[in-house]
């Protein structure tokens, strides 16, 4: 991976940082990088198993370079620039919340909504994590979450009064695993509607 290539006949400078050793944050910031790419639909899941592989075992900085060479700097600079948090809270009553295009999915989210709605979008979500946890207390409402091919949603730690949950798988070819939701809390009296895109209205 750390053959001749146009970047390395160029500035000398250059040339010295790709020999650099790669860290563990390097590597692990490549792969991140490699999954918001795949969650984009950039590469296949052979692909994103292939160079997480490779970026896990590199040696060098150039070695890594190489795997994000073909990615458009935009999806390099999702992942730098976006303001990442481990935790973001959500308390509403009667009221109505959605995540969108473009928003960071923080590691955990806690929700306390009532007679509410709560709808979050990753079809075209920055994803920095491999697992959101959601902490749940919804009484009277809904939760709605929007996926997309590498998302994945598991509700077996969520507990329910008189409600239910409306889980609906897409017609996508299997991908690997690009986020992992996990549902856990209290709903009462209202439902968790998981569905793939193109099934929510505005």
């Known amino acids: ?18 020999g650099l050793r790669a860290s563990h944050e390097d590597r692990d910031q490549v792969v991140d990088v490699l999954r ?35 990615l458009p700097t935009a999806v390099t600079a999702r992942r730098g620039s976006a303001e990442v948090k481990d935790v973001v809270r959500i308390e509403q009553e009667g009221a109505s919340t959605r995540r969108g295009a473009g928003w960071v999915v ?23 994590y491999d697992t959101l946890r959601l902490d749940v207390d919804i009484r009277g ?9 590498g998302v994945v949603v598991d509700t077996d730690a969520l507990v329910t009064n ?33 569905r793939p895109p193109g099934r929510f209205g505005r």
């Open 1 to 18: 991976m750390t053959g001749g290539s146009s970047q390395e006949s160029g500035d000398p400078g250059v040339v010295a940082e790709l």
């Open 36 to 70: 918001v790419a795949a969650g984009d639909g950039r590469l296949t899941a052979e692909e994103l198993d292939e160079r997480v592989g490779a970026a896990l075992t590199s040696r060098t900085m150039g070695e890594l370079a190489v795997l994000t060479v073909d």
């Open 106 to 128: 923080p590691r955990r989210m806690e929700i306390r909504s009532a007679w509410g709605e709560v709808v979050l979008d990753f079809t075209d979500a920055v994803i920095t």
């Open 141 to 149: 409402g809904s939760l709605k979450l929007l996926t997309r091919p």
């Open 162 to 194: 008189y409600a239910k949950i409306k889980a609906r798988r897409s017609a996508e070819p299997k991908t690997s695993v690009v986020l992992r939701v996990e549902v856990a809390g209290e709903l009462t009296f209202g439902q968790v509607v998981v």
